[in-house]
Nanobody, 127 residues
Framework: QAQVVESGGGLVQPGGSVRLSCVAS????????VGWFRQAPGKEREGVSC????????NYADSVKGRFTISRDDAKNTVYLQMTDLKPEDTAVYYC????????????????????WGQGTQVTVSS
């Protein structure tokens, strides 16, 4: 069964770092554009960062520019989100989604049009 699974979340102190992983199974991630999204309690899901299938293009939400880095290792069928200088407002459940349609990564919005969505991983930034 094709799916994507996120991991790497947890409790981290303000100013700390964490790396999230999104691992695909049942399909080749290299042909898919991938996005990271997050949803904080009481808020709508929002786009964090997206990456093209060849990794050559990325985009970021203004709130995370300069702090988060998206990357991919297609040999491992994995997309990463390196998060640094974390702030309490980064607390959320983080989801990854994958799809072959390039429009979805360009828009980088949490669309139901993505073929695959993971179950999410919780990131809590607190002292």
């Amino acid at each position: 069964q094709a799916q994507v699974v996120e991991s790497g979340g947890g409790l981290v102190q303000p100013g700390g770092s964490v790396r999230l992983s999104c691992v695909a199974s049942g399909f080749a991630m290299e042909f898919h554009h991938v996005g990271w999204f997050r949803q904080a309690p009481g808020k709508e899901r929002e786009g964090v960062s997206c990456i093209s299938s060849n990794g050559g293009r990325t985009n970021y939400a203004d709130s995370v520019k300069g702090r988060f880095t998206i990357s991919r290792d297609d040999a491992k069928n994995t997309v990463y989100l390196q998060m640094t200088d974390l702030k309490p407002e980064d607390t959320a459940v983080y989801y990854c989604a994958a799809d072959p349609d390039p429009l979805l990564y360009k828009l980088c919005v949490p669309s139901s049009e993505f073929d695959w969505w993971g179950q999410g991983t919780q990131v809590t930034v607190s002292s």
